[in-house]
């Protein structure tokens, strides 16, 4: 399980002042509590493993090769931001590798190749449209909004997960990195 939190502090001059107050040395622990209007991108990613997997889907995923990372976003900033959850990967443990997501019909297929040979999977037809009501949806996040949902990836040992978020008025990167 992984969670990562950003938090956006916003200096507003005083009267007195008009600069802003240098901020810290990156080494001094300081947590600034969040201001009032929750300026901060929340991004929560934990891989389901093993037969755990069976009270969201009906099936065991892990059982069939695949591993589902629940994933959940709430942008609390005034930003809007797009998300694409094709670009989120996992990075095999002790390499270099990553291995992007399967599509909910690739992790279905698995599931159907493997309840062939292997009955006690679970529910397959029911699985199978739970696959794709439960992926993960792209598109805008727009300020305030909240976005959750599956990705699914290929069964493996992987030790964290990378999301990226790209902000809408200048399409730069926003990226976070969850440790599993």
């Not at 901020?23 to 990613?45: E, I, Y």
């Not at 930003?79 to 990075?91: C, F, G, K, Q, S």
């Amino acid at each position: 399980t992984g969670e990562v939190r950003r938090r956006v502090v916003e200096i507003v001059p005083t009267q007195e002042s008009t600069t802003a107050a240098p901020s810290p040395a990156p080494s001094t622990p300081r947590v600034a509590p969040p201001p009032a209007t929750g300026a901060s991108l929340d991004v929560q990613m934990e891989a389901v493993r093993g037969f755990a997997s069976v009270l969201d889907f009906d099936a065991d995923l892990g059982g069939a090769g695949v591993l589902p990372v629940r994933v959940s976003i709430r942008n609390g900033t005034r930003r809007a931001y797009d998300l694409d959850p094709t670009a989120i990967v996992l990075n095999v443990s002790g390499q270099r590798t990553r291995v992007a997501p399967l599509t909910p019909a690739d992790a279905y297929a698995r599931l159907a190749a493997e309840a062939g040979a292997n009955p006690s999977i679970g529910d397959v037809n029911a699985a199978r449209g739970l696959l794709a009501e439960k992926a993960l949806a792209g598109g805008r996040l727009s300020p305030g909004a909240s976005r959750e949902g599956f990705v699914y990836f290929p069964l493996g040992d992987y030790d964290r997960a990378r999301l990226s978020l790209i902000d809408a008025a200048t399409g730069e990167s926003e990226s976070f990195v969850v440790d599993f």
